[in-house]
């Protein structure tokens, strides 16, 4: 004889499994994270390795007498780094620049984006103007061409104008060392 409680069991089963949703759902984001944690991001391809540099023109930043254009980058190695004054972590790897340049390692070629003219010029002034030359990118344009994501970026540019390497985000020493000076001196041979 039934106890009246023929239905408890089906109840039973549905709770059990609404309990393992919550265990589910952790799983799928550990298991996301978990990958996501294996990228990295500095090393994120860019269509543009191996091909020449887009054409562009710039007029120089405030303050300064040489800007910028796709012409300049041919004949040598260089850098060219994309930069903000109102980017802290430009300014955080602005003295390597300043290295680089004091050194006379590789020429090192500015490329300053979406920046007011005035704060650009005064940047470079307290900080020092580790570049040959420095296009004003107001408007962003030309960083587009180039597959800026954001700012500082660095490109290595071959002797031809190719663009050879990009870092994304800030150059540390290590990267410098290990990867982007390396580089240069395969690059010059």
């Known amino acids: 004889m039934s106890d ?3 239905d408890s069991e089906p109840l039973r089963t549905g709770s059990r499994l609404m309990a393992l949703v919550p265990l589910a759902v952790v799983l799928v984001v550990g298991v996301f994270l978990a990958v996501g944690l294996t990228l990295k991001p500095r090393e994120i391809p860019s269509p543009l390795i191996g091909k020449p540099v887009p054409e562009f023109s710039l007029p120089p930043v405030q303050g300064r007498a040489l800007g910028l254009s796709s012409a300049d980058l041919k004949g040598e190695v260089s850098l060219v780094n994309v930069f903000a004054s109102w980017c802290v972590p430009c300014r955080l790897e602005h003295p390597l620049l300043v290295d680089l340049r004091d050194k006379g390692i590789v020429a090192v070629y500015g490329l300053n984006y979406k920046d007011r003219p005035a704060d650009a010029e005064k940047w470079l002034n307290e900080l020092g103007d580790p570049y040959t030359r420095t296009g004003a990118d107001i408007d962003g344009r030309v960083a587009i061409d180039w597959g800026v994501y954001g700012v500082p970026e660095t490109f290595v540019v071959d002797k031809t104008g190719r663009i050879a ?6 150059l540390t020493p290590q990267l410098l060392q290990e990867t ?10």
């Open 4 to 6: 009246g409680n023929y």
């Open 165 to 170: 390497y990009k870092v994304i985000g800030q």
């Open 180 to 189: 982007v000076l390396p580089l240069i001196r395969e690059l010059r041979k």
